[in-house]
């Protein structure tokens, strides 16, 4: 049952990334509204909560979403459909990592302050993750994903 659901949303993500690439799937947003991709939520309102699913692949680092600049207050956390799971956040703005692999914000603490956001993270914790940044994206945030596991794994983020 598990390989048949991983190889579907194998596929599915496979396919979304092919019509993505080839632009099909990129529309403009309202103003007041955002999308962001390779993740596709929906264009939504500020302060709705956005759910979706990611498979990362096997022994990689993959970019999950990009975050746009001028977004306020935004909330995000990723837990493994499969408990234990080795997947590390990667959170940069431009070339300067502010979220890494050790679950710490500045390999001291999981607070911090960088470009005018508050960030909060959770931890290096094999469990559900949440990192949190408060105040306004100066720039574009670039969430990655790093996958040591030997097989894909399913991500569920909200």
Known sequence: MMHSVLRVYLVLFLNLK???AAGLLRQPCPPGYVQVAPVHFDCARSGVALEARYLAPAGETSTVFVLPLGVTNFEVSLQPEVPGSQVDWLVTLGSKQLVG???VVDDQRRFGSDEGLQINF???????EKVAFKGTTLAPL???VRN?????QL???V
Do not use: E, I
Request: net charge positive; hydrophobic share 25%; charged share 20%.
């Open 101 to 103: 692999p050790s679950g």
């Open 18 to 20: 092919g019509l993505r």
């Open 148 to 152: 040591r596991d030997l097989y894909p």
């Open 122 to 128: 959770s931890g290096s914790k094999a469990q559900k």
């Open 142 to 144: 670039t969430f990655q």
């Open 155 to 157: 991500l569920h983020l």
